[in-house]
């Protein structure tokens, strides 16, 4: 049937990938547009997708109409489970004539609703070749030639890549660093809770980036810098957190189980990211190793992390921190809050001023080295 995902319709696809290879400056010119499209419509299996002929129509007249609207339209109603594009996203260089096709995942209807975000956590089933880096974790609306986002944009959170790069990196970690105790259901989770747990995250984690006194995006040119990314990243993950430890609609254990994961990922992996230089996650978890170590919400001794029980309350107080710094946005300027997020930032991490980036804790860059991660 035209609507089935086939092999054949990926082969064409990663057919075209080949041919349009080193165009990526020629994205957005009509020309090159006009042509990419009638190749795909011509093509004989992905030529009849419904997602290719909506396509086919954004690229004809893009010029005129510089947004894929007919595509994004397909994607957003859910017409299919099929994602089809050209894009053009400096952190996933991977990405350029692409397509997939996903499984849509359950999610607890409290979560779902109270936390309300146009996130949609699935599995991928099939893909061209560029979707298959492991970078590419994740889909947003503005990764598209048209580099805009809109509210009813989804956003995919491809849930199987998380699976894999949590077994892959952080449960060994949590084996080699953490004291005996430490993510007890985590630690015996398998793969279809800990993709559970990874659904739960990403809601919580988009749904608290729109949320607070400084929300993205309203408020992302002055969260762009490497640390405040960090810092914005971290506090819509700590959010995400206390609402697993502090909602009693949502069903107990899989809420601690999230709340476990999320701070596994934040506190473990996302440290070793980036070595010998951090990206703005890995400076994110700097800041928080640093704070839980300071406030007593972690321990380290001889190589071991322990959580303390107090972490919780530490948590809560670190966020509180942020929120009354983004408070003031309502009687100072943009620019001098800016100023005092970066400051706070700064507090609790390692900046080299002559070299003007960050330094990786030591512990976590060895830790990198001895397990390979």
């Known amino acids: 049937m035209p ?8 082969a064409e696809v990663d057919e075209l990938r080949e041919k349009i290879k080193g165009s990526r400056n020629s994205f957005r010119d009509q020309s090159f547009l006009d042509q990419l499209a009638q190749h795909i419509a011509d093509a004989p299996h992905l030529g009849r997708q419904p997602i290719a002929r909506a396509l086919v ?12 609207a007919a595509v994004k339209a397909h994607i957003n109603e859910e ?6 594009s050209l894009f053009d996203a400096s952190y996933f260089p991977s990405l350029s ?13 409290h979560l779902a609703a109270r936390y309300a975000s146009p996130t949609m956590p699935v ?3 099939a893909s061209s070749k560029g979707f298959q880096s492991r970078v590419v974790v994740a889909l947003f609306p503005e990764n598209h030639i048209d580099g805009i986002q809109r509210g009813d944009d989804l956003i995919f959170a491809f849930i199987n890549k998380f699976v894999e790069r949590h077994n892959r990196i952080t449960r060994k970690m949590i084996d080699a660093v953490m ?11 398998d793969d279809r809770t800990v993709e559970q747990a990874s659904s739960w995250w990403v809601r919580l984690h988009e749904y608290h980036h729109r949320q607070g006194d400084m929300p993205i995006p309203e408020f992302l040119r002055y969260k762009k810098l490497k640390p405040l990314a960090g810092l914005e990243e971290l506090r819509v993950d700590v959010s995400g957190m206390l609402v ?3 909602d009693p609609e949502l069903p107990a254990d899989e809420a601690r189980l999230a709340y476990e994961y999320i701070l596994s990922e934040r506190l473990l992996r996302y440290a070793v990211e980036g070595i010998p230089r951090p990206n703005y996650d890995a400076v994110a978890s700097q800041l928080l190793f640093n704070y839980l170590s300071e406030h007593g919400g972690i321990e380290l001794h001889g190589g071991v992390i322990r959580l303390c029980p107090e972490l919780p309350a530490v948590l ?21 809050v800016q100023q005092n997020l970066l400051e706070f930032t700064n507090r609790y991490t390692d900046y080299d001023p002559d070299a003007k980036d960050y330094r990786h804790i030591p512990f976590f860059a060895e830790i990198k080295e001895r397990l390979g991660v």
């Open 79 to 84: 017409r299919d489970q099929h994602i089809f």
């Open 179 to 189: 004291a005996e105790g430490s993510f007890p259901l985590l630690r015996g989770a």
């Open 123 to 125: 599995n991928i089933i």
């Open 3 to 10: 609507n089935s995902p086939t092999a054949a319709v990926i």
């Open 97 to 109: 004539l692409e397509y997939l096709t996903y499984e849509t995942l359950p999610t607890n209807p």
């Open 57 to 68: 129509e954004d690229l004809r007249g893009y010029a005129s109409e510089p947004r894929l």
């Open 316 to 336: 809560t107080e670190f966020l509180d921190r942020i929120q009354r710094i983004e408070q003031r946005i309502h009687t100072t300027s943009a620019e001098e």
């Open 244 to 246: 697993c430890l502090n």
